[in-house]
């Protein structure tokens, strides 16, 4: 924006507005005054004599008014356009779009449109006052002043085109208008008194004859009313008085035609999403927004125009469907009881692909949930026919009443991802409305629009898409975000789909840092690895079975690459076979859909969010959800997973979710599990930050058992899991250096009660490597001896607890810590870990050689000795070092002497 003020008195800047220009209007052109200081402010016509004359007669001196007819259109260099963009609703001005070197900037909240003006500047957003946006360009320079009279007039513009704030369009950006307003003064008693002034005799008059004149009639089913009159001279205030009319007489939608001076001028109200005016007078050269239009029509006859009109509302008016409308009836359902076999004989009988499921309470049918055919299939395939419908129908049933509009039913559709929506009047099922009903209605009203049929499903049901590009470079390094970018292009090289996916994108949402990318090729996931490594020196470790590689650079830095695969599984818990797929597909084998978020990066479409499944809404909401409702029964290890990311993030499993574990548990589908898969997911819950809450959690669903079952959580075994994460915590703030494995601390308390045969079965049922096996086994029992000795024989020497202690790795004595309820003992495991652990003296070979001590088996002795009186405080330089090797040297190489002959006495 151009802030300086004119500099060449030979060079114009001209503000202007629509035809017919309203309150919001005459507001956005004092407010681009403020903008464009010295600019003249042109009306494009004659029609605004009673707005006009109000201002010229009362605040005259806010506005650099200039008529139309005395602007010197050769001196004009640049035309600043307030609340419209449409060339034919400039008037006499429009001839200067077509004046080279004329800069032209535009200031406009309605929809865009065929044929705009389009300038070096355009400030357009579809806020519900369009002086709302010149008041932020106001707010974002800063220094202007605006006087309380100014703020009144601009104040006038936001109410009458908000309705007061009530108007569906109103934003919250308008509020934010009018606090700033409001703080420099706005009057709103005057706001007020002209928003909801008293109409004179002549306009009750014509008020009057529109309301008599009015027609009613159903179009596509929605009830559009439309008024004509005819006046000899133009009447200011038409829209008012049509804005008036709707209001008294609550009207959804309104066309009302005016034919006056020998133009009909044709201004609209609507309240219905099925009536866009915007879209209807945009085929007459009007326009505005969908709740509030108009036009202007010249060479036609009123009769002539309303037949148009007519005509264009039965083409652009969308079809008002209810529920009831479109509901079959009587659903077809079955009892929760009704086993998953006798459901897919139902399906078939009556060709449809999902079925309600109810249960009989008091004598009437309860709706508990639906079930699909794909559930079903999957459950047969599993050999799961005798299993009730109950136990794997999905729980979390959206619902509609019969009065429910087309717009409802769509959303609850699609982002639910339903096949069936029940219609619930009364607590009672009394209908279904399909997925394929929907598209039916979807298809047939875009072809009533001329838009192929193929568009009402890709706009109903292709994924959610969104460009992130920018919110990724604020979140990512600019090292991962170089790598993200190279291997979309080196992906487009070899005609394939880039995506990154997974919990990196689940993280970048959350606001966790997570360095850990996936990759997903559209393609030959292997082949691109080779490829995108040559470019970059990498090296890559290949998986052939699976389609899936892994990238390390020279520092270490790795890519998981895979190929884009679908999975099925051939019984329940068995491990995955593995087929080449697409992205999509790719996507539904994951285990809860937080997970299934994909960024394209090919270069044309990087930086694309793809949302299948609702993901970002679970985030939001915070939900840990399943894909499908045999998802646990195709991997039980999801059930630990589920868990894991619940506390990870503290989110909550679905109400669905729990239901599906709670049945893989009773069904015992875990007891196909290898124990390598059954450690695998324990194990990383044990390594998060809050394990004793995930334990807690495996217990509420059963879990324990299927680790071992005698592992069961008690109250004594719940305190010595919070007490190991604050000694670990504690730990890990002594920033020693360290590396050990927190989970073992973790698992040593769990299996602290076991005695030794029970701990070795553990292990053995896990596949331990013999080194962890030796420490959960025997290392632990001698921990838990070594802790009873301490319990009982505190205080010692420091020498005497460092050779108790230095036996045993870290893990094991954090455990020891962690189980004590001595703070006698815990404060002697803490200076062992703080000080006696790293005590060492700084005596050497060659200062007991210089001493004269020859080698042998004293060194030992001496280094030995000095080492306890380190430990115990009697040692604390290398000079008390020396003295007491000195000492000690000196005390070995003294004979000792005979004792002294007793003397006899007499």
Request: glycine fraction near 6%; proline fraction near 4%.
């Amino acid at each position: 924006m151009d802030r300086a003020s004119q500099r060449d008195p030979a060079e114009i800047t001209v503000i202007t507005t629509h035809l017919n220009a309203d309150f919001d209007a005459l507001a956005s052109l004092l407010a681009a005054q403020k903008l464009y200081p010295g600019a003249r402010v042109v009306f494009p016509g004659s029609q605004e004599k009673n707005l006009r004359n109000f201002f010229i007669s009362s605040m005259a001196y806010l506005f650099n008014m200039a008529e139309v007819n005395s602007i010197d259109l050769d001196r004009v260099k640049r035309l600043v356009l307030v609340d419209t963009r449409q060339p034919g609703r400039i008037g006499r001005l429009a001839d200067l779009l077509e004046k080279p070197g004329v800069d032209i900037h535009v200031y406009d909240h309605h929809p865009p449109g065929d044929g705009d003006i389009r300038g070096r500047l355009e400030v357009c957003a579809p806020t519900g006052a369009n002086v709302t946006l010149l008041i932020e360009a106001i707010q974002a320079r800063g220094g202007t002043e605006i006087s309380p009279d100014e703020a009144t007039i601009m104040c006038l513009g936001l109410y009458e085109d908000t309705g007061s704030f009530t108007f569906p369009s109103t934003t919250e950006r308008d509020f934010r208008a009018a606090a700033f307003l409001l703080a420099r003064g706005a009057n709103l008693n005057v706001v007020s008194d002209l928003i909801a002034r008293e109409l004179n005799p002549a306009q009750v008059t014509l008020l009057n004859d529109m309301i008599q004149s009015a027609n009613r009639s159903q179009v596509n089913g929605v009830e559009v009313v439309m008024t004509s009159i005819s006046r000899e001279t133009y009447i200011p205030d038409f829209a008012f008085l049509v804005q008036k009319m709707a209001r008294m007489e609550n009207l959804e939608a309104i066309f009302a035609l005016a034919l006056m001076e020998s133009k009909i001028y044709i201004v609209a109200r609507s309240r219905l999403e099925e009536v866009d005016v915007g879209a209807i007078l945009a085929t007459l050269g009007g326009g505005g927004h969908a709740y509030a239009a108009a036009a202007t029509v010249k060479g036609q006859t009123l009769a002539q125009t309303e037949h148009q009109l007519l005509q264009i509302l039965f083409e652009k008016v969308r079809a008002r469907r209810l529920a009831r409308h479109l509901m079959s009836a009587p659903a077809i359902g079955a009892d929760a009881d009704v086993s998953c076999e006798e459901a897919n004989n139902l399906l078939t009988r009556y060709n449809v692909n999902a079925l309600l499921v109810t249960a009989k309470r008091d004598g009437r049918e309860d709706l508990l949930g639906f079930i699909t055919r794909q559930v079903i299939e999957k459950a047969l395939f599993h050999k799961l026919g005798a299993v009730p419908v109950r136990e794997y129908m999905t729980t979390e049933a959206a619902t509609v009443g019969p009065d429910a509009n087309l717009a409802e039913i769509q959303k609850k559709i699609i982002d639910t991802k339903q096949r069936i929506l029940p219609v619930v009047e009364g607590g009672r099922v009394v209908g279904v409305i399909t997925r394929t009903d929907l598209l039916n209605v979807l298809v047939g009203q875009r072809q009533s629009e001329h838009e192929p049929p193929a568009e009402a499903l890709r706009e109903s049901f292709n994924p959610r898409t969104r460009n992130v590009t920018k919110f990724m470079q604020e979140r990512l390094s600019p090292r991962i975000l170089g790598i993200l970018k190279e291997i979309g292009e080196t992906a487009s090289r070899l005609g394939c789909g880039a995506f990154v996916v997974g919990g990196f994108v689940r993280d970048l949402f959350l606001y966790r840092s997570d360095e850990d990318v996936d990759v997903v090729i559209e393609g030959d996931g292997i082949r691109f690895a080779r490829a995108y490594a040559r470019l970059t020196g990498a090296r890559i470790h290949a998986h052939e079975k699976f389609g899936t590689a892994v990238i390390i650079y020279p520092d270490g830095f790795k890519i998981d690459v895979a190929s884009a695969r679908m999975e099925y599984y051939k019984f329940p818990a068995a491990l995955p076979v593995v087929e080449m797929s697409s992205i999509k597909l790719d996507l539904y084998r994951r285990d809860f859909t937080i997970n299934t978020l994909a960024i394209q990066l090919n270069p044309d479409r990087f930086g694309v969010l793809i949302d299948f499944f609702n993901s970002q809404k679970d985030i939001k909401e915070m939900s840990i959800r399943v894909l499908h409702n045999l998802s646990f029964v195709e991997d039980p290890t999801r059930v630990f997973r589920a868990i894991r990311f619940e506390q990870r993030f503290s989110f909550a499993i679905s109400r669905l979710t729990a239901g599906l574990i709670h049945n893989a548990v009773s069904m015992d589908f875990f007891r196909e599990l290898s124990g390598r898969r059954v450690f695998s997911e324990l194990r990383q819950i044990l390594e998060e930050e809050t394990p004793p809450a995930a334990i807690a959690r495996l217990n509420d669903f059963g879990l324990l058992k299927v680790v071992h079952p005698s592992l069961a959580l008690s109250k004594p075994l719940l305190t010595r899991l919070n007490a190991a994460k604050q000694v670990l915590s504690w730990y890990d703030l002594l920033f020693l250096d360290e590396s050990y494995m927190k989970w073992a601390v973790y698992f040593l308390v769990l299996v602290h009660h076991c005695e030794k045969g029970k701990a070795e079965e553990i292990c053995v049922r896990f596949e331990l490597a013999p080194r962890l096996r030796k420490c959960f086994v025997q290392d632990r029992s001698n921990a838990e001896r070594c802790l009873y000795w301490l319990e009982r024989s505190l205080p010692v020497e420091n020498s005497g607890l460092y050779h108790r202690l230095s036996a045993f790795r870290t893990e094991l004595i954090l455990f020891m810590m962690a189980i004590t309820n001595q703070e006698k003992v815990k404060k002697a495991i803490s200076l062992y870990c703080t000080n006696l652990r790293r005590t060492s003296i700084s005596l050497k070979g060659a200062d007991l050689k210089a001493l004269g001590l020859e080698p042998g088996p004293m060194y030992r002795r001496v280094f030995q000795a000095v080492f306890e009186a380190k430990l115990n405080g009697r040692a604390g330089t290398r000079e008390d070092e020396i003295a007491l090797a000195r000492r000690l040297i000196h005390d070995h190489n003294t004979p000792a002497a005979d004792p002294p002959a007793r003397r006899h006495e007499d």
